[in-house]
């Protein structure tokens, strides 16, 4: 089934030109989210540089114009100095550094668009100025498990805004980007701009078929990207929350800590017997054919070594003693040959009073 394009509105009438704005509007937001063929043909450029009170020509000849930063006019000198150092190069407006405003965003790991729409959500709070009175751009400059490290460079329109229009206003055109010092890689002018020639030789009646059923499409998508974005804004939140209050949470691991302890002291407990009060018990305990050679005390425990005609003794006699519990031999009984005795190792625990 062949399509009879004829049907369509010409661009003679009124439908037909609104179609026809509509289409180019699309094609260069097209153009532009793609990587522009001249810009990695072309490495050759030519910079402005907008410094302090004065522009700069960025050549051999170094040609400078003094630059208030207001809406004014190029000098003559400058304009032809331009014109005849461009030729078929790409022109590039570099701002210093100090009129920028850059800041390290932390955010979880996203892609393209969802970057771009948390970064619109964190312009507001990132910067003192409202969004519509910034150019802004981004990079990442980190990305792995943990999340991603975004550079986000944004510029007052007021210190941009009078030199591109005094560019335009020489004959200049608009530059194909406009960056900051040590940031060449973010381009700050915004995506939307006038059709180019080139585009306007498309056919638009074909194409315009093709984007109704990519409009028929996204009709289906957009509810979900909504949602994917709302859940992007409750993320980029969360990051925000976590951060301001972590020292919130370690004090309150502190507070409970202390807490704690307090309830520890203030809860009715026994006093544990003093050494010398645990050794005047054992020597109660044990008859005075039985000797002590070694007692250590560690954490509340407490290991006897001696020598006794019968070690099993001595342990049951421990056993049985209100004043301690665990008792138990830590190492095999052993005869000593010269004495005909038993050496025992027996560990034992103190029981509070």
Request: cysteine-free; proline content about 5%.
């Amino acid at each position: 089934m062949a399509l009879d394009l004829t049907l369509l509105p010409s661009e003679e009438t009124p439908l037909g030109r609104a179609l026809v704005g509509f289409w180019r509007w699309w094609i260069e937001g097209l153009r532009k989210a793609l990587p522009r063929r001249g810009e990695t043909a072309r490495a050759d450029t030519l910079r402005i540089l907008l410094e302090g009170d004065h522009l700069r020509l960025v050549t051999g000849d170094g040609v400078e114009q003094a630059w208030n930063g207001e809406a004014g006019a190029l000098s003559p000198d400058f304009v032809a100095a331009l014109r005849d150092a461009r030729r078929n190069r790409a022109l590039v407006v570099e701002l210093a550094a100090d009129l920028a405003l850059i800041k390290t965003l932390h955010l979880p790991v996203l892609g393209r668009d969802e970057l771009d729409a948390a970064i619109g959500y964190q312009l507001t709070s990132a910067t003192p100025f409202p969004p519509d009175q910034l150019l802004s751009g981004q990079q990442v400059a980190r990305r792995d498990g943990k999340g991603m490290g975004v550079v986000l460079v944004a510029v007052p329109k007021r210190f941009a805004q009078p030199l591109l229009q005094a560019l335009a206003d020489a004959g200049v055109g608009v530059p194909e980007r406009l960056v900051v010092s040590g940031y060449e890689g973010v381009n700050l002018l915004p995506r939307d701009g006038a059709m180019n020639v080139g585009a306007r030789r498309i056919g638009w009646r074909l194409p315009l078929l093709v984007l109704l059923g990519l409009l028929l499409m996204a009709s289906m998508v957009v509810p979900v990207w909504k949602k994917r974005a709302q859940l992007i804004k409750l993320e980029t939140e969360l990051v925000v929350v976590k951060k301001r209050a972590e020292p919130l949470l370690k004090r309150k691991d502190r507070a409970m800590k202390l807490q704690k302890s307090l309830s520890e002291l203030a809860r009715p407990s026994g006093r544990m017997p003093t050494e010398l009060g645990i050794i005047e018990r054992l020597s109660a305990l044990l008859p005075d054919t039985d000797w002590l050679i070694e007692m250590r005390f560690t954490k509340g425990r407490i290991q006897l070594r001696g020598e006794a005609a019968h070690a099993v003794d001595v342990l049951e006699r421990l056993q049985n003693a209100a004043e301690f519990t665990d008792a138990r031999f830590l190492s095999p009984v052993s005869k000593n040959r010269r004495t005909g005795r038993e050496n025992f190792h027996i560990e034992i625990r103190a029981v509070a009073s």
